[in-house]
T-cell receptor, first 110, second 113 residues
Framework: EDQVTQSPEALRLQEGESSSLNCSYTVSGLRGLFWYRQDPGKGPEFLFT???AGEEKEKERLKATLTKKESFLHITAPKPEDSATYLC???????????FGAGTILRVKS | EAQVTQNPRYLITVTGKKLTVTCSQNMNHEYMSWYRQDPGLGLRQIYYSMNVEVTDKGDVPEGYKVSRKEKRNFPLILESPSPNQTSLYFCASSRVGGSYEQYFGPGTRLTVT
């Protein structure tokens, strides 16, 4: 059974204090690993898709990396507007099903 | 604008009163799915559809029904809601055939008393 575990559950940072969020996964035949951002009361918003170990993608202050067992979302010099819940999900080799982790709640204080 | 819409956004109902939450997408996506989100449990898939008239159970299908009569619409039906179905519900859509990101609707917050 595909599984996703995210850590930490919550993270508080000062503005400008860089850090990383972790997503550990087990999946039979990874077709894609997805990162989403979710603001309170809203639907998840797509950030990145990673397909194979060694791949990296960047968007503004965010950088996602992938190994065979985990993915990291690095946040460089975060700002208060980066505060949100970050969700990781994997898609296995069969169908379009996504399996989500419980998410990491990020709070960035100015 | 490419989007997934859901209605209603908020719903308070009583146990046993049938309800339908609508979902519509304008991206011509074949795949549509319903999730529920509960604190500490993340997003869990209820039902999904690979195309018109093709639906299948996700991880938590008990107490829910779906139909896919048109490509753009994928309603979620609760025939006899119970308090344990109080949750935040999301509809999502995507293309099929590869590994494509799913686009999510704004969510429907359902309370069953």
């Amino acid at each position: 059974e595909d599984q996703v575990t995210q850590s930490p559950e919550a993270l508080r940072l000062q503005e400008g204090e860089s850090s990383s969020l972790n997503c550990s996964y087990t999946v039979s035949g990874l077709r894609g690993l997805f990162w989403y951002r979710q603001d309170p009361g809203k639907g998840p918003e797509f950030l990145f898709t990673l397909y194979s170990a060694g791949e990296e993608k960047e968007k503004e202050r965010l950088k996602a990396t992938l190994t065979k067992k985990e993915s990291f979302l690095h946040i460089t010099a975060p700002k208060p507007e980066d505060s949100a819940t970050y969700l990781c999900a994997v898609q296995g080799e069969y169908g379009n099903k996504l399996v989500f982790g419980a998410g990491t709640i990020l709070r960035v204080k100015s | 604008e490419a989007q997934v819409t859901q209605n209603p956004r908020y719903l308070i109902t009583v146990t046993g009163k049938k309800l339908t939450v609508t979902c519509s997408q304008n991206m011509n996506h074949e795949y549509m799915s319903w999730y529920r989100q509960d604190p500490g449990l993340g997003l869990r898939q209820i039902y999904y559809s690979m195309n018109v008239e093709v639906t299948d159970k996700g991880d938590v299908p008990e107490g829910y029904k779906v139909s896919r009569k048109e490509k753009r619409n994928f309603p979620l039906i609760l025939e006899s809601p119970s308090p344990n179905q109080t949750s935040l519900y999301f509809c999502a859509s995507s293309r099929v055939g590869g590994s494509y990101e799913q686009y999510f609707g704004p969510g429907t917050r359902l309370t069953v008393t």
